[in-house]
């Protein structure tokens, strides 16, 4: 299934992405009537078919830590280029594959990279790394 969504993201132009953000997404996350429903800012967000990643950056820049995947490795790639210091987390898995899934999952939470962190910071999780190795 991945060779057909590379095709599709292959080309320079791809018809259903709109090059930016989703309105009603914007619209959602600045309605004063919807903030007190939504996760805070810090929250994991996951994205499942993130395309070209436009969604994604947009709530990372909200602050959200996000996790977005998509089953064509050439639309994650493209997606990256968006990426800021790892924010968002891009990969690309079957969503539709809980053991492929779980796994992006877990590797996100088992990154070393601080921006994934809620509570600990990268130097606290290479200090522990440090100690395991001495003892």
């Known amino acids: 299934m991945a060779t057909k969504w590379n ?4 080309d320079s132009y791809v018809p259903w ?5 989703d309105p009603d997404l914007v619209r959602l996350f600045s309605s ?3 903030l007190g429903l939504l996760p805070s800012p810090r929250a994991v967000v996951l994205e ?3 395309g070209l990643g436009y969604d994604a950056t947009y709530l990372a820049h909200l602050g959200y830590r ?3 995947v998509d089953t064509a ?3 994650v790639a493209r ?3 968006l990426s800021v210091m790892g924010n968002p987390y891009f990969r690309s898995c079957d969503a539709l594959d809980p053991r492929a899934l779980l796994q992006v999952l877990r590797d996100f939470y088992n990154s070393s990279d601080s921006s994934h962190r809620n509570n600990s910071s990268g130097s606290d999780t290479k200090k522990k790394k440090k100690k395991k190795k001495k003892n």
């Not at 095709?7 to 292959?10: K, L, V």
């Open 79 to 81: 997606a990256e280029a």
């Open 17 to 21: 992405s709109l090059n930016q953000e």
């Open 48 to 50: 499942l078919g993130c």
């Open 32 to 34: 004063p009537t919807s």
């Open 7 to 10: 095709r599709y993201y292959g």
């Open 66 to 68: 996000v996790v977005a």
């Open 73 to 75: 490795p050439v639309a």
